[in-house]
C-alpha cells in the first residue's frame, strides 16, 4: 500500500529535496514511523515526546484534519494523499 505524503518546504532538507515522497502504513502513525525510517529527523519535527501530533503540525488525510478524525490511529487506505502542514503564527 503506497501513501503520498507531500513535504512543507521547512522538511524538504530531510527528504533530499523532494516535496512528495511515497510511504507505506496503514494507519498515520504507522506512517510516521515509517517516514521517520526513510528520512530521519522527521518524526521529531511531527511528534512531541509521547508520540502525539505537535499542536503546531496539521496533517490531513485527503483533504480531512486528522485531529476531528482519530489521530495517529486515522487509517490509511492505498492511493490516500497525506499532507503534512505546519502552523504559521505571526500578527503585528
Do not use: Q, W
Request: net charge negative; proline share 4%.
Amino acid at each position: 500500500m503506497s501513501i503520498t505524503v507531500r513535504i512543507p518546504t521547512p522538511l524538504r532538507k530531510l527528504t533530499g529535496g523532494a516535496d512528495e515522497v511515497a510511504i507505506d502504513g496503514a494507519t498515520v502513525g504507522e506512517l510516521i514511523d515509517n517516514l521517520e525510517a526513510a528520512h530521519p529527523g522527521l518524526k521529531e519535527r511531527l511528534c512531541d515526546e509521547a508520540g502525539e501530533i505537535r499542536r503546531f503540525v496539521n496533517v490531513y488525510v485527503n483533504d480531512e484534519d486528522v485531529r476531528f478524525l482519530d489521530g495517529r490511529n486515522t487509517a490509511l487506505k492505498d492511493g490516500d494523499e497525506v499532507s503534512i502542514v505546519p502552523a504559521i503564527a505571526g500578527g503585528c
